[in-house]
């Protein structure tokens, strides 16, 4: 997986304060059973999805992130820690 958040920031570049708080979700499997091992290492499920969702929308201090949605399930390959 790349890191580049290039697509991100120029989804942002053309915002401006209200609205300009922009939030990119890398929404993993999003199902309410994966179907698979690889589909169980980038599960979502749909209420964390739904939760994901609106804590981006009524985020009062987000300008501009980059989340990877992914549950916390032990074969997941992304971190649940913040980076940046």
Do not use: Q
């Not at 958040?5 to 199902?31: F, H, M, V």
């Not at 179907?35 to 201090?61: F, M």
């Not at 987000?62 to 074969?75: D, H, I, Q």
């Amino acid at each position: 997986m790349s890191e580049d958040r290039s697509e991100e920031r120029a989804a942002c570049s053309g915002c401006s304060k209200p609205p300009g708080d922009t939030a990119g979700l890398r929404i993993g499997t999003c199902e309410p059973r994966p179907r698979d091992e690889r589909a169980l290492s980038t599960s979502l499920s749909p209420d964390d999805c739904a939760r994901l969702v609106d804590a981006s929308l009524r985020s009062e201090a987000l300008e501009f992130a980059v989340v990877w949605g992914v549950s916390a399930n032990t074969r997941r390959w992304w971190s649940l820690a913040a980076r940046w």
